[in-house]
């Protein structure tokens, strides 16, 4: 059943916080009950500051850019964001032995749930009580995560429309898990804005097994079967006006369960930017704040993250980038469960700050009719590169039993294709083109 949210008169309290992963630039908001909802996630208990690239089963680095999954939207989506990849990051571990939380009397855990709970756009997907049965499993925390990252979104984008409504789709999966799905079409702002998550598990079907053996994963299967859990959430926004940039972003868990009882599990996900006319300032301000998330956690993070969504966001024939990028990952394995937790919690963080701005300063700037027709355009491209060359996108589609209308959230509600269309030279169309084919480096 389809519930709605109305406009939301709550308001945002930006703040400064220091937790064990380092200084975070979190926020709360206030819910409906009157009660304020903490940043999303749970307390990190140790600090990391590096990735690199892991070896191969072979012992060789994997640089094979490019071929990375998209995003994962509903079931399908998700499992082909993690089954889809040939390229792998690592963690390097700054420190070892750090200390794990102190847990909290069973009371004050339950309170403190049934708190964070009352916040989110619908009920957990697992039961509360098994989520408060294994309140340190990375599978609790990272579905925690993602169910605050949805509800935070949605609240943002629903004060900058105004008057927003969005559906509320609670679905399940008769294999094991659900979702939730919150779309808002026709908005005043957005046209429409998607902010789905996935929490699913089951047994690996063999050509999801096949796939990850492909890229190097070792697999122990026991007669035939292999138990997986994939959980992430994942959201496309387009404005309605043209001057607005259209994001996408998705943060993703994985864990497969071996017939010996060992575990592997990776982490994956990102967030770009898809301008239809380039506004330098715009461009800087998103990549920053990216950068710095990726800097609390190491200096070589946002460069390398930044290249892999370059070379993966690439329509290959068109010979260019669907747009000015931001940062992608995957298969991202170690030093621990931890410590890249931390790391994916900070880039969740940091999409509001580093969208929301930018669609308050464009929503309300006057567009001509030539410049709409560009946007349109534009939305084709975002769709050729979504049905053409997102592995998560098409595994979704051709899997059957899959959640079609979650895989294609990711659409907008409008596009067109105009044959031999060709901007004019020197234009402002011709310019976001030019950087579109040749990416910049936005912070230096």
């Known amino acids: 059943m389809a519930m709605h949210l109305g406009k939301l008169s709550a308001g945002f309290c930006w703040l400064a916080a220091r937790g064990g992963c380092g200084e975070l630039r979190s926020w709360s908001l206030r819910c409906a009950a009157g009660r304020f909802c903490r940043p999303p996630g749970t307390a990190c208990s140790e600090q990391s500051r590096g990735l690199g690239y892991g070896p191969t089963a072979g012992g060789g680095p994997r640089l094979r850019t490019g071929l990375a999954a998209g995003l994962a939207a509903g079931l399908a989506g998700l499992a082909a964001a993690a089954f889809g990849h040939v390229e792998r990051a690592e963690m390097v571990s700054k420190s070892s032995g750090a200390p794990s939380p102190s847990p909290g009397r069973p009371e004050e855990e339950d309170d403190e749930l049934a708190r964070r709970c009352s916040c989110f756009m619908a009920s ?62 026709d908005g005043h702002v957005f046209e429409k804005a998607g902010v789905s998550i996935s929490v699913v598990h089951g047994n690996l079907s063999e050509e999801a097994a096949k796939q990850m053996r492909s890229r190097g994963k070792k697999l122990k299967t026991k007669d035939g079967k292999l138990p997986f859990c994939a959980m ?63 800097d609390q956690h190491g200096p070589d993070l946002y460069p390398k993250f930044k290249k892999w969504c370059d070379d993966y966001f690439f329509i290959a024939h068109r010979g260019e980038r669907r747009g000015i990028g931001g940062i992608f990952f995957d298969d ?35 567009f001509t009719p030539r410049e709409k027709l560009w946007q349109q355009l534009r939305r084709g491209r975002y769709v050729e590169f979504n049905l053409l060359y997102d592995r998560g996108t098409k595994f979704g589609l051709f899997t059957p039993g899959s959640r079609i209308e979650s895989i294609l959230m990711s659409l907008p509600l409008t596009a067109r294709w105009e044959y031999m269309h060709s901007p004019s030279e020197n234009s402002k169309e011709a310019e976001i083109l030019d950087v579109l084919r040749h990416p910049r480096d936005w912070v230096h």
Not at 262 to 277: A, I, M, V
Not at 336 to 362: G, R, T
Request: hydrophobic share 35%; proline share 6%; net charge negative.
């Open 124 to 185: 957990p997907v697992t039961d509360l009580h098994e989520l408060r049965r294994r309140p340190g499993d990375m599978k609790t925390k990272m579905e925690l995560l993602i169910l605050e990252t949805q509800a935070q979104v949605c609240q943002a984008l629903a004060q900058v429309d105004g008057g927003a409504r969005f559906s509320v789709d609670r679905w399940e999966r008769k294999e094991g898990g659900g979702g939730i799905s919150c779309v808002l079409q």
């Open 232 to 294: 992430g959430v994942s959201s496309v926004i387009h404005p309605k006006n043209p001057h607005a940039p259209t994001i996408h972003f998705n943060y993703r868990y994985f864990e497969v369960e071996e017939a010996d009882g060992n575990k592997q599990w990776w982490f994956g996900g990102g967030c770009d930017l898809t301008p239809t006319y380039l506004n330098q300032e715009d461009a800087v301000h998103f990549h920053r704040t990216l950068k710095k998330a990726c």
């Open 332 to 366: 991202l394995d170690s030093p621990s469960k931890e410590e890249v937790f931390c790391f994916v919690q900070s880039c969740a963080q940091a999409v509001i700050p580093s969208y929301i701005p930018l669609v308050k300063k464009h929503c309300d700037d006057s």
